[in-house]
């Protein structure tokens, strides 16, 4: 079999008379219309994009496309820069690839603009509204191809995204055009000089999931009647179970069976024909079902589909009751999907924590909330402080209290947190809040007290009406905030400020880090920490963390015994 250099196969869709940086930045060197400080402006710029990509200047194409997939999602903190850095490298980069034609130049100046965009960009100026200058690239394109204010139309944006394509180097493309008509349509709604016209995104969700009200409301009744065998099992039953289910797990049987149903509609079955769950878990719509779930998985087992032949082989036992010959038909499809249990720790959890095992990366992680409610200080924009301070809160309460997500984005300030008045904050969760039903306490430090009264007593009007009873809410301050949402600015934050990637649920593995690097063996104490209900499931997920002080350890003591 023959080797290929995997970079060399990265190169395959590039044009073969494309350049590299190095050619690029030889004549940036030669070229008589820069000063020598903006050649070495240029050529750093140059170089700064070669080292975000690991790579040296002879190895990366000057071409926008390549650079776009590579380049969109970098963390200008992961090689030491600020976002404002990194941002003046890349200006540079771009106009050196300008000056020789391989991107257009930008033309972005006020002056450029004609009188009917200068006024309409002047009113999105006068109002201060950060929020709108994600539009100005956008305008100053339309603007470059004629295009005035009342005439734009959905094919003027197409050509934006177009642009963008041919032109952008760090920015994704498609990031770029919805971030476009977003700004637009918001300028629409703040801005009375705005043209009235709005324009419509395509949705990115892949639904599989028909409204349960789509369905015969024969399937709809047999549904909640098996709903309310989970929540009120018939103790004398000998099949049904043998306590209710937690509400959320109640939830989410639910929506599997309506999932499942909806991929049998999919995969060509009358809907109408799907009249009761005895119709849903027949062995040969089961077969059916589960056959078009692998195909979109490439035939490859998953613990999603996994999860789902299991409760329909559930259902079709304790509530459907079908003969015992379909039983182990179904029985037999759920042993062949079954997905051994994760063993210990994800290679991707791993992987997320080991530059944390150095203990300056470590530091910087600890030391980021008061940073960030320092920096939120000098911040003119009150919303974006605010939410800096929120950000910063979240993550100091993840370090000291390993909590779930859930958790964390449903803290409430009279239920969970108590003060008995002797200056001490103790954040709590019974045991109807929490996943394994185990009670949670922590006493927050004073540090991590202190912050959370600065962030209270400032938090509004800009991030939710006063007497909002939560720590984390939506913003009109109804409910508490939306989970995904949430946990997605967070890792955000984190990839921004520090160049690491870590979601919320990775700060209870850092935990884990932190107490077995300073006290090995001493599981129990971590067990309780992290609110597990055996040891063993424990051990489990993090024996594997003293290796590398055991291997510190070995190597000083081999050391010693050499002197």
Request: contains cysteine.
């Amino acid at each position: 079999m023959a080797f290929h250099d995997p970079k060399q196969l990265e190169l395959a869709f590039v044009p073969p008379d494309t350049p590299m940086l190095s050619d690029v930045m030889a004549k940036v060197a030669e070229h008589p219309g820069l000063s020598h400080e903006r050649r070495r402006d240029v050529q750093s710029g140059l170089r700064r994009v070669a080292k975000a990509l690991g790579r040296r200047p002879e190895e990366v194409p000057a071409y926008a496309p390549w650079l776009q997939k590579r380049l969109s999602g970098f963390a200008p903190a992961s090689v030491g820069l600020t976002p404002k850095s990194w941002s003046n490298a890349m200006s540079d980069a771009r106009a050196g690839l300008a000056l020789f034609g391989l991107v257009e130049p930008r033309n972005n100046r006020f002056k450029d603009l004609s009188p009917q965009w200068q006024l309409l960009w002047e009113a999105v100026l006068a109002t201060g509204d950060l929020s709108l200058q994600p539009l100005s690239s956008c305008v100053y394109f339309l603007n470059r191809i004629g295009v005035s204010p009342a005439k734009v139309s959905e094919g003027d944006m197409q050509a934006y995204h177009q642009a963008m394509v041919q032109n952008s180097i760090s920015k994704s493309p498609e990031v770029a055009y919805r971030a476009a008509v977003n700004m637009w349509n918001l300028a629409v709604a703040r801005i009375p000089q705005w043209p009235r016209q709005t324009f419509t995104l395509p949705s990115r969700s892949k639904k599989i999931s028909f409204d349960l009200t789509s369905f015969p409301e024969s399937l709809q009744a047999d549904l909640e009647r098996y709903i309310a065998t989970l929540e009120r099992p018939d103790l004398l039953d000998v099949l049904a179970l043998m306590k209710p289910l937690r509400p959320e797990t109640v939830r989410i049987y639910r929506a599997t069976l309506i999932r499942f149903a909806s991929v049998l509609v999919r995969a060509d079955v009358p809907i109408k024909s799907i009249k009761t769950l005895a119709d849903v878990v027949k062995p040969k719509h089961v077969e059916l079902g589960l056959r078009w779930l692998l195909a979109q998985t490439n035939d490859t087992k998953s613990r999603g589909i996994s999860e789902m032949a299991g409760l329909l082989r559930s259902v079709a036992k304790r509530f459907v009751r079908i003969n015992a010959a379909d039983q182990k038909l179904l029985d037999n499809l759920d042993k062949r999907l079954t997905v051994d249990p994760q063993k210990g720790m994800t290679s991707q959890n791993r992987n997320r924590l080991r530059p944390l095992t150095n203990p300056v990366t470590m530091r910087r992680l600890l030391m980021l909330p008061e940073q960030l409610f320092e920096r939120s200080k000098a911040d003119r924009d009150l919303y974006r402080a605010a939410l800096m301070r929120e950000d910063a809160l979240a993550i100091a309460i993840f370090l000291y209290c390993p909590i779930r997500r859930k958790n964390m984005g449903q803290i409430h300030l009279e239920h969970n947190l108590q003060r008995p008045g002797d200056g001490r904050t103790f954040l709590v969760f019974e045991e109807d809040q929490v996943k394994n039903e185990q009670r949670i306490e922590f006493e927050l430090p004073k540090s991590v007290v202190k912050l959370l009264d600065r962030h209270l007593g400032s938090r509004t009007p800009q991030l939710c009406p006063p007497g909002t009873p939560w720590l984390f809410p939506r913003r009109d301050g109804k409910t508490s905030a939306h989970l995904s949402l949430f946990s997605a600015r967070i890792k955000a934050r984190l990839l921004k400020e520090l160049g690491l990637t870590v979601n919320v649920h990775l700060f209870r593995h850092i935990a884990a880090l932190i107490w077995l690097e300073a006290h090995p063996g001493h599981y129990e104490a971590l067990r309780r920490l992290l609110g597990h209900k055996e040891l063993s499931q424990t051990i489990n997920a993090y024996s594997g963390f003293e290796a590398g002080t055991a291997t510190r350890m070995f190597a000083t003591a081999i050391e010693q015994a050499m002197r």
